[in-house]
């Protein structure tokens, strides 16, 4: 192991733009359908335009932050630019929340998918095998790691296409605003929100390779525009082609809403159905194994600047990848799988995207005026208009997983709180050279 050798730059805008999508896709297939519960498809519809409304002002002027500070360590890097070691504090530990506890949630969604299709295999030890499978991969090199997922997003998202085309000439719109249009009335919108977060959900985990990426200030841009753009196209298409073919009601009983949607327009047993149902696998694999390639950098990057234990930066001497973050990462993830608490870590990790987005979105204004020399080789347009934007939505958003999971919120400020306090003994012990 060293702490010398940098990681390897081999990262194009394809693996860009798959790291990006492939992180996010699997809430095309699951978990978002839970908001159809609170707003029906309306609400629901409603709750995504303003959660995309969030994730487009958040990634034109996070690309903005992402080129002119190209860092492993992402939000962590930039609040620290900006506001120093608190700042990055807060930005770190919300980052670390946010992809701790999202890749546990996918991984029991896999072992759930692969258990119903065969019962002999228990849905904890697909989970488990699911961490260690990928964390090898992750630990194999950047190279093998973005290949597999480049692969997997690709038929992922082509299976989704095919999904639209078989499902779009039969969507009626009756079906979208049965009665009742607003199942809990305006209050359901806003309690819809969390749910369709989870379609964007680790979108920014993209500046995470930025000391990965061959050409990142020209290719950083290329890579999430791209992917905002595609997963914008993906959210639309699939809350309309699922809730205008079937009733909404019958999309909230479990994790495969489109499954159950082709087969209402085909019929269970078609080919089409069958190939949706093992194809969507990819989906979830694309997503976890995106989130656990960058949780690794950011434990790597705070760990490099000792906000985490220093051992956790050492690199592999011959992958040169962070072996030892990437164990970690497999570690505590499988830990949190295993505490079955599947609802709590869903909400926990949206916290921590909230938080991200928020302290990354005040970063870019602070530093527009702080540091107006900085080469930014991608400008944001409509600042501050768009960074404000996007921190109102975010505090909206919060308030909206406050009022449904108060208690998750409540632990949330109580760990960062604890963390705080871990950090500034740490911070104490450095300028005492202890």
């Known amino acids: 192991m060293t702490h010398e050798a940098g990681l390897k730059r081999t990262l194009t805008p ?7 999508v492939g992180m996010v896709i699997s809430g095309d297939y699951f978990g978002w359908n839970y908001g159809l519960a609170h707003g029906g498809p309306v609400g629901m519809g409603i709750a995504t335009l303003m959660v995309t409304a969030l994730y487009v002002c958040f990634i034109f002027s996070y690309t903005e932050l992402s080129t002119a500070i190209p860092h492993a360590g992402g939000p962590f890097a930039f609040a620290q630019r900006a506001f120093g070691p608190w700042g990055a504090y807060l930005a770190g530990a919300s980052t670390l929340l946010e992809f701790l506890f999202a890749p546990p949630a996918i991984a029991r969604a896999i ?3 692969v258990h119903f299709r065969l019962p002999a295999a228990p849905v904890n030890v697909v989970a488990v095998a699911a961490f260690v499978v990928f964390g090898l991969v992750n630990a194999l090199g950047v190279s093998i790691a973005a290949t597999f997922e480049l692969v997997v997003t690709v038929l992922a998202t082509f299976e989704l296409g095919l999904f639209f085309a078989l499902t779009a000439p039969h969507v009626e719109l009756a079906r979208i605003t049965a009665a009742p249009m ?3 009335g305006a209050g359901g919108v806003f309690a819809a929100i969390p749910f369709a977060i989870w379609f964007y959900l680790g979108l920014e985990g993209v500046a995470m390779s930025a000391e990965e990426v061959v ?3 020209r290719d950083i841009p290329r890579g999430y525009l791209a992917g905002i753009l595609t997963l914008v196209t993906l959210a639309l298409g699939t809350l309309v082609c699922t809730s205008g073919v079937m009733p909404w009601q019958l999309l909230v009983q479990d994790d495969s809403p489109l499954p159950h949607a082709l087969a209402r327009v085909l019929s269970p047993g078609h080919p089409m159905t069958h190939l949706m149902v ?3 696998l990819l989906g979830l694999i694309a997503s976890f194994h995106g989130i656990v390639m960058g949780c690794s950098r950011q434990v790597y990057a705070l760990a490099r600047d000792s906000i985490l234990p220093k051992g956790l930066a050492a690199l592999h001497p011959r992958f040169r990848t962070p072996t030892p973050a990437i164990a970690a ?3 505590v993830g499988i830990a949190a799988t295993l505490s079955g608490k599947t609802d709590a870590l869903i909400t926990l990790s949206v916290l921590g995207a909230l938080g991200v987005y928020t302290v990354s979105m005040a970063a870019v204004i602070k530093l527009r005026r702080s540091e107006p020399a900085l080469e930014r080789p991608f400008r944001a347009p409509l600042h501050p208009w768009l960074p404000g934007v996007a921190i109102a939505l975010s505090l909206v958003s919060f308030a909206s997983v406050g009022v449904g999971s108060p208690a998750i919120v409540a632990l949330y400020l109580g760990v960062l ?3 705080a306090l871990l950090f ?5 012990l450095r300028v005492r050279g202890e």
């Open 215 to 217: 050409h990142p200030k």
């Open 424 to 428: 500034a003994r740490r911070a104490t």
């Open 111 to 113: 072992g759930s998918y």
């Open 182 to 184: 607003f199942p809990e």
């Open 417 to 419: 709180a604890l963390g």
């Open 329 to 331: 990462s497999v570690v």
């Open 278 to 280: 093992y194809l969507g």
């Open 14 to 20: 394809v693996h860009l733009w798959a790291i990006a």
